[in-house]
């Protein structure tokens, strides 16, 4: 069982823009925190942006400004809009949510269900 699964990857060039979608199914997810990570070769996992239950988002410090976290909560997907990208956002792109609707979590360690990832590169 994947409760959340990743798509919308693929290769872009820079300052081009790709929308990425987080299906959630087998929970209450349009209940819980969900987020976006990314992580590259040899790199740490990084908060890229959380949206809670009821909108209230936040970003990481790299991509504020260019990405945007948005939710259906009648039909459960999860996007992340990305804007203006740069060769440095390529990683691969993972999906999270919590079930603790009243913390929008930055770390990787208040995020109990993940997907796979999806791969996001940014070249020209």
């Known amino acids: 069982q994947v409760p959340l699964v990743e798509s919308g990857g693929g290769l872009v060039q820079p300052g081009g823009s790709l929308r990425l979608s987080c299906a959630a199914s087998g929970g209450p997810f349009s209940l819980y925190t969900m987020a976006w990570f990314r992580q590259a070769p040899g790199k740490e996992r990084e908060f890229v942006a959380a949206?809670?239950?009821?909108?209230?988002?936040s970003y990481g410090d790299s991509v504020k400004g260019r990405f945007t976290v948005s939710r259906d909560n009648a039909k459960n997907p999860m996007y992340l809009q990305m804007n203006s990208l740069k060769p440095e956002d390529t990683a691969v792109y993972y999906c999270?949510?919590?079930?603790?609707?009243?913390?929008?979590?930055?770390?990787?360690?208040?995020?109990?269900?993940w997907g796979q990832g999806t791969q996001v590169t940014v070249s020209s």
């Open positions: 949206i809670s239950w009821n909108g209230i988002t």
């Open positions: 999270a949510a919590d079930k603790n609707i009243m913390v929008v979590g930055t770390t990787i360690y208040e995020y109990t269900y």
